[in-house]
């Protein structure tokens, strides 16, 4: 049982345009992270998010995280080629020191 | 920051062989830390939670047999692959939390090729 699930899984846009990545879980969350990760390598950590109802911006990328503490979304404005790779939600679920990764959001931007 | 060190980046082995992959904590204490594996344009997948001192919890459908988990120190937890087979190939990727902060560190992960 996948306790995140992430969508899209694919994402294939234009230079220029906006998109909006979902993290979706049953499951309540004292904190998720967002991650890219490049082929090859390690996930690179872009934001922590606490607070139910917080919104993170990191430059052109909004984070938020739901009120219930179960869901969280990123959204990227204007889009740039080097912006692609795979996003990654992930946190510990219930409190627990087990963490997990979401299903993943492969995305492409073309220019 | 905290970093997280594995070695070895790359590994090509025969068929039948062991592997062993190393996760070193560089500059904190990790009484945890966890071994996921990805498959290509796949996400990371939790293995096993590696507990220094005591045996690893492996999850579900994970066989702890093939990946032995040790975690002998306070920064080093090793993965061993056993009687490896092609099915194996795959990234493996450790991290670790620094008790002092709520960031989980990653390694750069370790691309084992089974031939």
């Known amino acids: 049982t996948q306790l995140l699930e992430q969508s899209p899984q694919f994402l294939s846009i234009q230079e220029g345009e906006n998109l909006t990545v979902y993290c979706n879980s049953s499951?309540?969350?004292?904190?998720l992270q967002w991650y890219r990760q490049e082929p090859g390598e390690g996930p690179v950590l872009l934001v922590t998010?606490?607070?139910?109802?917080e919104v993170k911006k990191l430059k052109r990328l909004t984070f938020q995280f739901g009120d219930a503490r179960k869901d969280s979304s990123l959204h990227i404005t204007a889009a740039q080629p080097g912006d692609t790779g795979l996003y990654l939600c992930?946190?510990?679920?219930?409190?627990?020191?087990?963490?997990?990764f979401g299903t993943g959001t492969r995305l492409k931007v073309l220019a | 920051g905290a970093v997280v060190s594995q070695h070895p980046s790359r590994v090509i082995c025969k068929s039948g062989t062991s592997v062993k992959i190393e996760c070193r904590s560089l500059?904190?204490?990790?009484?945890?830390m966890f071994w996921y594996r990805q498959f290509p344009k796949k996400s990371l997948m939790l293995m096993a939670t590696s507990n220094e001192g005591s045996k690893a919890t492996y999850e579900q459908g994970v066989e702890k047999d093939k990946f032995l988990i040790n975690h002998a120190s306070l920064t080093l937890s090793t993965l061993t692959v056993t009687s490896a087979h092609p099915e194996d190939s795959s990234f493996y990727i450790c991290?670790?939390?620094?008790?002092?902060?709520?960031?989980?560190?990653f390694g750069s992960g370790t691309r084992l090729t089974v031939v």
């Open positions: 998010v606490v607070t139910g109802g």
């Open positions: 499951s309540v969350f004292s904190s």
């Open positions: 992930a946190g510990a679920p219930g409190g627990t020191y087990k963490y997990i």
């Open positions: 500059d904190f204490q990790a009484t945890t």
């Open positions: 991290s670790a939390r620094d008790p002092l902060d709520s960031f989980y560190t």
